[in-house]
């Protein structure tokens, strides 16, 4: 076991991103030295953490050299998930089926995140194709946790987040199709927002989907950050159908109602620090003045298996479409054991596809009825804590991690199919010193009050911070 991470009193000492950006934008430091800090940053903790999928430093140098960056995050080193384009950079998905070649265009949500200012260093490291919630692989090196690199750190987005956790970059790009924003999030101490569908540019990979899960976003070390960033998402590109966020700079005045979901759709109990925490923030909740109040989970139990199906369809059109959905080169005898599995058990159950996908339209109604009532949900991030290396194994049996997937992984899916926001926030640690993140989740475009609540717990008791926790 090691714990790891990179924060120093370099350029870009313990500062969020909004806080890096303040200080190159007077002067206190330049582009170039927050960059040469967050690459020397990396070299010390690489080799321990493998979360870097492409490494891009010479252009990213060259940018910060030339300056003329704007926007929230103007001059801010960062990293972009590698299933996103970029010019220059191959795409590679996490697996070796596809052809390392490099992207000739930006795809739509990767100029919004430019936008912002960011100075991307590189590409971080996924899964294969984000279908799994921890990146592990069978043919390289897992990526690791920096809390303790004996566990997991999620997934998707797990590379970005052992960087941002590890205090290389304040802040990079993740994506959100089943928890993959908020998972690694929660994994890794960190603070992980799914905006609401259709408040960031549409990821390339659902433009044909029956039902788009995506939504793009960041995971960053501070509840501003995420503001921040929406904020000059809307600066770039308004959205008509969803109520403007605005730049949420504090808690509201507001007290609300929340309502509290304790027991996983898959079925069984929570572990005892999840179920501890879980409560801890609920009383914090009410302490600060709101109202919480324990209700069940409106959706039922065949909401797993409508996920879990469409899940599995997307395996499969990966394994036998990928030619055409991923690109040329795509070969499919190199895909890995978990997306072979998955797709396998979309193609003995392809006949449900059909009913599943209408029930999942139909469970979003069902779900919103939440919000009937309450102004937010507080809900666990995950079924149970962070586990090692080696339990979601991709190359293991796949009946076994699959259903150990499932009981993860089951509060997160259902903002993805709804298309409602939501946030994970590092807000306890369990029995071994791990992060542990809650969920505040709100309807459709209520990412403002999740804001304001999620600052106000962020003020009442601060995150832990791995720079703080006992080295092994």
Same mark, same amino acid.
């Given at each position: 076991?090691?714990?790891?991470?990179? *924060?120093?009193? @370099?350029?870009?000492?313990?500062?969020?991103?909004?806080?890096?950006?303040?200080?190159?934008?007077?002067?206190?430091?330049?582009?170039?030295?927050?960059?040469?800090?967050?690459?020397?940053?990396?070299?010390?903790?690489?080799?321990?953490?493998?979360?870097?999928?492409?490494?891009?430093?010479?252009?990213?140098?060259?940018?910060?050299?030339?300056?003329?960056?704007?926007?929230? *995050?103007?001059?801010?080193?960062?990293?972009?998930?590698?299933? +996103? #384009?970029?010019?220059?950079?191959?795409?590679?998905?996490?697996?070796?089926?596809?052809?390392?070649?490099?992207?000739?265009? @930006?795809?739509?949500?990767?100029?919004?995140?430019?936008?912002?200012?960011?100075?991307?260093? =590189?590409?971080?490291?996924?899964?294969?194709?984000?279908?799994?919630?921890? +990146?592990?692989?069978? #043919?390289?090196?897992?990526?690791?946790?920096?809390?303790?690199?004996?566990?997991?750190?999620?997934?998707?987005?797990?590379?970005?987040?052992?960087?941002?956790?590890?205090?290389?970059?304040?802040? /990079?790009?993740?994506?959100? =199709?089943? =928890?993959?924003?908020?998972?690694?999030?929660?994994?890794?101490?960190?603070?992980?927002?799914?905006?609401?569908?259709?408040?960031?540019?549409?990821?390339?990979?659902?433009?044909?989907?029956?039902? @788009?899960?995506?939504?793009?976003?960041?995971?960053?070390?501070?509840?501003? @950050?995420?503001?921040?960033?929406?904020?000059?998402?809307?600066?770039?590109?308004?959205?008509?159908?969803? &109520?403007?966020?605005?730049?949420?700079?504090?808690?509201?005045?507001?007290?609300?109602?929340?309502?509290?979901?304790?027991?996983?759709?898959?079925?069984?109990?929570?572990?005892?620090?999840?179920?501890?925490?879980?409560?801890? +923030?609920?009383?914090?909740?009410?302490?600060?003045?709101?109202?919480?109040?324990?209700?069940?989970? &409106?959706?039922?139990?065949?909401?797993?298996?409508?996920?879990?199906?469409?899940?599995?369809?997307?395996?499969?059109?990966?394994?036998?479409?990928?030619?055409?959905?991923?690109?040329?080169?795509?070969?499919?005898?190199?895909?890995?054991?978990?997306?072979?599995?998955?797709?396998?058990?979309? /193609?003995?159950? *392809?006949?449900?596809?059909?009913?599943?996908?209408?029930?999942?339209?139909?469970?979003?109604?069902?779900?919103?009825?939440?919000?009937?009532?309450?102004?937010?949900?507080?809900? &666990?991030?995950?079924?149970?804590?962070?586990?090692?290396?080696?339990?979601?194994?991709?190359?293991?049996?796949?009946?076994?991690? *699959?259903?150990?997937?499932?009981?993860?992984?089951?509060?997160?899916?259902?903002?993805?199919? +709804?298309?409602?926001?939501?946030?994970?926030?590092?807000?306890?640690?369990?029995?071994?010193?791990? &992060?542990?993140?809650?969920?505040?989740?709100?309807?459709?475009?209520?990412?403002?009050?999740?804001?304001?609540?999620?600052?106000?717990?962020?003020?009442?008791?601060?995150?832990?911070?791995?720079?703080?926790?006992?080295?092994?």
């Amino acid at each position: 076991m090691r714990h790891v991470h990179a *924060f120093s009193s @370099d350029a870009l000492g313990d500062l969020d991103g909004t806080g890096v950006a303040q200080a190159i934008a007077s002067g206190e430091v330049s582009a170039t030295e927050a960059a040469e800090a967050a690459l020397a940053r990396l070299d010390a903790v690489e080799e321990h953490l493998s979360a870097v999928a492409y490494d891009d430093r010479e252009r990213g140098l060259a940018r910060a050299g030339q300056g003329g960056f704007t926007g929230a *995050f103007a001059g801010v080193p960062s990293f972009i998930k590698n299933n +996103t #384009d970029l010019t220059g950079i191959p795409t590679g998905h996490g697996s070796a089926a596809v052809a390392l070649r490099p992207a000739d265009k @930006d795809e739509p949500f990767t100029g919004e995140l430019l936008g912002t200012g960011v100075n991307l260093l =590189g590409a971080s490291t996924l899964p294969a194709f984000g279908l799994t919630a921890t +990146t592990e692989f069978v #043919d390289r090196p897992p990526t690791r946790n920096p809390w303790n690199t004996d566990y997991s750190c999620g997934a998707s987005s797990g590379g970005s987040s052992a960087l941002v956790a590890a205090g290389v970059v304040p802040i /990079a790009h993740a994506n959100d =199709g089943g =928890g993959s924003i908020r998972i690694p999030a929660a994994a890794c101490g960190l603070v992980g927002l799914k905006p609401t569908r259709g408040r960031v540019a549409q990821a390339l990979e659902m433009k044909d989907a029956p039902i @788009d899960l995506v939504s793009n976003g960041i995971v960053s070390r501070s509840v501003r @950050d995420q503001a921040h960033f929406l904020a000059d998402l809307e600066r770039q590109r308004a959205v008509k159908d969803l &109520p403007p966020v605005g730049l949420v700079e504090g808690p509201g005045d507001r007290r609300l109602r929340i309502a509290m979901i304790t027991a996983p759709l898959t079925g069984g109990l929570l572990d005892a620090d999840t179920n501890r925490v879980l409560h801890e +923030t609920a009383e914090l909740l009410e302490t600060l003045g709101h109202r919480v109040e324990t209700v069940p989970m &409106p959706i039922e139990r065949s909401y797993v298996d409508q996920f879990t199906e469409y899940w599995a369809l997307l395996a499969w059109s990966i394994d036998h479409l990928g030619k055409r959905t991923i690109g040329p080169g795509f070969d499919r005898s190199k895909l890995d054991p978990f997306t072979r599995g998955l797709s396998r058990k979309f /193609a003995r159950g *392809f006949w449900k596809a059909p009913t599943s996908i209408i029930g999942l339209k139909r469970a979003t109604a069902k779900f919103r009825t939440l919000f009937d009532h309450h102004d937010l949900v507080l809900l &666990p991030t995950l079924g149970h804590s962070t586990p090692e290396i080696g339990y979601l194994d991709p190359g293991g049996d796949f009946d076994e991690i *699959f259903g150990r997937l499932i009981r993860y992984v089951t509060f997160t899916p259902a903002n993805n199919s +709804t298309g409602t926001p939501a946030i994970s926030l590092p807000v306890g640690t369990d029995k071994n010193g791990l &992060p542990l993140g809650m969920q505040l989740a709100g309807d459709l475009g209520a990412e403002r009050t999740i804001l304001e609540v999620s600052y106000e717990l962020e003020a009442a008791q601060p995150f832990a911070r791995i720079q703080d926790a006992p080295a092994a």
